[in-house]
Nanobody, 121 residues
Framework: QLQASGGGLVQAGDSLRLSCAASGGTFSSYIIHWFRQAPGKEREFVAAISWRSWAYYVDSVKGRFTISRDNAKNTVYLQMNSLKPEDTAVFYC?????????????????WGTGTLVTVSS
């Protein structure tokens, strides 16, 4: 089970930290991903992190977002800095078994609830 939290309403240029808390499984067996879905758009890959903290990002967030994980707490974080209005979306965390991250929504094994991030201009 995955539970995302930390969303909110912020202004452009502000920061937010999202959390994804996992329970009920072997956390180390999964690569944890963040996806987002903007109004009227398809859900898209944002970032992923392996058990060993190898991180992957979509180009549009590189240099602004940082994904990290605390394996002792079974929690993954997404630190989002320099937020832009186009970052407005519902953010979802997802888990994929194995050692290869994925960018497709169809490749995920588990999905968490979403958390809404709204960035005003």
């Amino acid at each position: 089970q995955l539970q995302a939290s930390g969303g909110g309403l912020v202004q452009a240029g502000d920061s937010l930290r999202l959390s994804c808390a996992a329970s009920g499984g072997t956390f180390s067996s999964y690569i944890i991903h963040w996806f987002r879905q903007a109004p009227g758009k398809e859900r898209e890959f944002v970032a992923a992190i392996s058990w060993r903290s190898w991180a992957y990002y979509v180009d549009s967030v590189k240099g602004r977002f940082t994904i990290s994980r605390d394996n002792a707490k079974n929690t993954v974080y997404l630190q989002m800095n320099s937020l832009k209005p186009e970052d407005t979306a519902v953010f979802y965390c997802a888990a994929k078994r194995g050692s290869v991250y994925g960018t497709s929504v169809n490749g995920m094994d588990y999905w968490g609830t979403g958390t809404l991030v709204t960035v005003s201009s």
